[in-house]
């Protein structure tokens, strides 16, 4: 869950679009810490996600205080990236204010180019789509 503060805010007094971007990417580094992919492992693993696309679609605005719930899954997946979708969700009226699509690449450290994801990791993000 997300809740817009004062600084979240602009000039419409509405959440800005940078606000939801920034919710969309704590969303996957929460969801991909709670599947056991974090930090530590990445660095073990030798490669880390990059992102290379983000689509927003913006269906309603937030305004101050209003709560949303937030939810994301890893929809699709080619050798070294994926399509993770984000969808986030007005609480109070539980009308859908925002959905992602951002495409991420995973890439080699040492190289700095995208590398195969291992099947372990995908393993552990391939979960039901909500």
């Keep these: 869950m997300v809740c817009?503060?004062?600084?979240?805010?602009?000039?419409l007094e509405h959440v800005s679009n940078?606000?939801?971007?920034?919710w969309v990417?704590?969303?996957?580094?929460?969801?991909?810490?709670?599947?056991?992919?974090?930090?530590?492992?990445?660095r073990r693993c030798g490669a880390v996600w990059v992102v290379r696309r983000h689509e927003i679609d913006y269906a309603h605005a937030t305004l101050l205080g209003e709560a949303l719930a937030v939810t994301?899954?890893?929809?699709?997946?080619?050798?070294?990236?994926?399509?993770?979708?984000?969808?986030?969700?007005?609480?109070?009226?539980?009308?859908v204010v925002c959905r992602a699509a951002t495409t991420w690449a995973f890439v080699?450290?040492?190289?700095?180019?995208?590398?195969?994801?291992?099947?372990?990791?995908?393993a552990a993000f391939e979960v039901p789509a909500p």
């Design 108 to 122: 080699s450290f040492a190289q700095g180019r995208p590398t195969r994801v291992p099947e372990a990791m995908r």
């Design 72 to 95: 994301t899954w890893v929809d699709s997946w080619k050798r070294v990236s994926c399509v993770r979708k984000t969808e986030l969700v007005r609480i109070a009226d539980e009308q």
């Design 25 to 42: 990417l704590q969303a996957a580094r929460a969801h991909s810490d709670a599947l056991g992919w974090g930090t530590d492992e990445y």
């Design 18 to 22: 940078q606000v939801y971007l920034r």
């Design 4 to 11: 817009p503060a004062v600084g979240d805010i602009d000039e």
